[in-house]
């Protein structure tokens, strides 16, 4: 008895907090939640869904599959009104971009998300690379291989190979890393 005493009494505090509060503030008013370019008679029940930025983005990316890719870009363009610091929503009309042959703009959108978030990108980038650099070194140690038939030869010059395709790639590494830290500046 005393515990249901307790919730009834919570649960009407939260609801006087609530409706003081919205009062307060102005109302609450379906009108608050959807698009205000709609006048009030003609929503109806699709109208008063609202996206968050992330459910815009796979909006988007539906959209394109399906072929629309005038209403993809403006479901990222709602997503970013939204998000302006969205990150993934941005390289994602970037991506929209440069399927269109619009490259400037892509171009732009790529560096703008790049310094949104660029601990992501510099991940993104280092496993690219580290995928890159291994076939062309696997490539480099087939074709070495097939030209060297001493035993003891081919074990010092695929060392040699290696050792220089890591110091390449570890200078790559560490400008790409001094990039993504200058990009937090």
């Known amino acids: 008895m005393n515990a249901l005493y307790k919730l009834i009494l919570i649960t009407l505090t939260s609801i006087t907090v609530w409706v003081v509060t919205s009062f307060r503030l102005g ?3 379906p009108e608050d939640f959807v698009n205000s370019e709609i006048p009030v008679q003609q ?20 959209m394109f599959e399906q072929g629309h890719p005038d209403k993809a870009e403006f479901a990222l363009q ?6 302006p610091a969205n990150a993934l929503s941005v390289a994602a009309l970037a991506q929209l971009y440069l399927q269109q042959k619009k490259i400037e703009q892509a171009q732009f959108l790529l560096k703008h998300s790049q310094r949104l978030w660029p601990a992501k990108f510099y991940q993104l980038q ?46 790559y590494m560490k400008k790409l890393e ?8």
């Open 27 to 29: 109302g609450v008013v």
């Open 43 to 62: 929503l109806t029940f699709d109208t008063f869904q609202t996206y968050s930025p992330t459910e815009l983005r796979r909006l988007a990316l539906k």
């Open 78 to 83: 709602q997503s970013l009104a939204r998000d």
């Open 126 to 171: 280092k496993r690219h690379v580290n995928k890159q650099a291994k076939k062309q070194l696997n490539a480099q140690l087939t074709n070495l291989r097939l030209q060297i038939k001493d035993k003891k030869e081919l074990q010092t010059k695929i060392k040699q190979m290696k050792n220089k395709h890591n110091k390449q790639l570890e200078i």
């Open 178 to 185: 001094q990039e993504t830290l200058n990009a937090y500046q």
